[in-house]
């Protein structure tokens, strides 16, 4: 783990299934492409083992939150809390 809570690629393949689920969730707003697309393509990132991809631009992002490949069992039970 590193500063503040995050996680540096490269990732587990538990860790890519998990942080895929968040993407998809609609509980928060998903980690998304820091570039403009002209194409209205989708910004939002995908989870590989080595860090977050841009499926229409070369954009990379290398970290996430730590929280975010907790096992679904228990991140469900924090978003109750």
Request: charged fraction near 20%; glycine fraction near 4%; proline fraction near 2%.
């Amino acid at each position: 783990m590193t500063a503040a809570g995050r996680i540096a690629a490269p990732w587990t393949a538990a860790q890519v299934d998990a942080l895929n689920r968040w993407q998809r969730n609609n509980l928060v707003h998903e980690f998304t492409c820091g570039n403009e697309h002209c194409d209205d393509g989708d910004r939002t990132l995908v989870a590989t083992r080595r860090g977050w991809i841009c499926c229409h631009c070369d954009y990379r992002q290398d970290w996430a939150r730590a929280f975010m490949c907790q096992p679904y069992e228990q991140t469900h039970e924090w978003w109750n809390l």
